[in-house]
């Protein structure tokens, strides 16, 4: 499955900003999917994931409360919604795609993955 995250920009901290990934290729609906971000100097880390369905969700301590993932199978699009954005959530943010597994946290277990869309929040 082919995936192109957009959406991002730079925005005032306590801001908001909409990520989309729309995929293309393969049937989304078999993919769970997950949002990871790199951040300037530092490793990927995993943000969120959300399984098939959209029916489970699950997020990173430094983000639950503010960020939230969902899907709409019918557009082949996942999404991920951050409200009071931090500068400390300044990063590259990648969508993924993970055949076979129901949502996990580990980059290892996505199978593809998007281009990413550069966050920048100012404080």
């Known amino acids: 499955v082919q995936l192109q995250a957009s959406g991002g920009g730079l925005v005032q901290a306590r801001g908001s900003l909409r990520l989309s990934c729309p995929a293309s290729g393969r049937t989304f609906s078999n993919y769970a999917m997950g949002w990871f971000r790199q951040a300037p100097g530092k490793e990927r880390e995993f943000v969120s994931t959300?399984?098939?369905?959209?029916?489970?969700?699950f997020y990173s301590d430094s983000v639950k409360d503010r960020f939230t993932i969902s899907r709409d199978n019918a557009k082949n699009t996942v999404y991920l919604q951050m409200n009071s954005l931090k500068p400390e959530d300044t990063a590259v943010y990648y969508c993924?795609?993970?055949?076979?597994?129901?949502?996990?946290?580990?980059?290892?277990?996505?199978?593809?993955w998007g281009q990413g869309t550069e966050v920048t929040v100012t404080s």
């Open positions: 993924a795609a993970c055949r076979y597994c129901v949502g996990s946290s580990l980059s290892k277990d996505y199978d593809s």
């Open positions: 959300i399984n098939r369905s959209g029916g489970n969700t």
